[in-house]
T-cell receptor
């Protein structure tokens, strides 16, 4: 079972920042937080991952709370092409465990 | 750098038939994982191969099998197809271990 809780859906105005929350209150010290997104009927696309420090790349920023029990994915300037299902996943950084996907958040970017 | 390539993209089969799907990983990646996605069950892990060995297996019946070749390309096979096997089958590749996985575009299988 997925170890994360995400809102089922969210809307965001085009050009505004999209902030997608994720709760992972049972995260272990050896687990990363990963974010993927899936645009309709395509394969999931890797976005970003982090352990405890905030991370930023060309796609998004990941803010992880100090207690690591929740995180927020930020798309700084959402476009219509960011409409997708966003998955937050926790995964150990050692060993050999698969990605476990939950239901994700369906983000709709509105013009 | 080419991404993960899955073939074919679309497939229609009849109940009782078998099917083989192919996945070519990103160059240098030795791990290939397979997932099934249906509207009801979401994305579910099937199995993972690394250096031609199955390292991890999800909770699917034995009709679902796979293999990996020495060039890291992987195939999955589903025998005695059922209507419920209609799904998007996704393949992901990585360097191995817990390194980041990158997905292909999937194969859409329809069983009629």
């Amino acid at each position: 079972d997925a170890k994360t809780t995400q809102p089922t859906s969210m809307d965001c105005a085009e050009g505004r920042a999209a902030n997608l929350p994720c709760n992972h209150s049972t995260i272990s010290g050896n687990e990363y937080v990963y974010w993927y997104r899936q645009i309709h009927s395509q394969g999931p696309q890797y976005i970003i991952h982090g352990l405890k420090n905030n991370e930023t790349n060309e796609m998004a920023s990941l803010i992880i709370t100090e207690d690591r029990k929740s995180s927020t994915l930020i798309l700084p300037h959402a476009t219509l092409r960011d409409t997708a299902v966003y998955y937050c996943i926790v995964r150990a950084y050692s060993g050999n465990t698969p990605l476990v996907f939950g239901k994700g958040t369906r983000l709709s970017v509105i013009a | 750098k080419a991404g993960v390539t899955q073939t074919p993209r679309y497939l229609i089969k009849t109940r009782g038939q078998q099917v083989t799907l192919s996945c070519s990983p990103i160059s240098g990646h030795r791990s290939v994982s397979w997932y099934q996605q249906t509207p009801g069950q979401g994305l579910q892990f099937l199995f993972e191969y690394f250096s031609e060995t199955q390292r991890n297996k999800g909770n699917f019946p034995g009709r679902f099998s796979g293999r990996q070749f020495s060039n890291s390309r992987s195939e999955m096979n589903v025998s005695t197809l059922e209507l419920g096997d209609s799904a998007l089958y996704l393949c992901a590749s990585s360097l191995g271990g817990q390194s980041t996985a990158f997905f292909g575009q999937g194969t859409r299988l329809t069983v009629v």
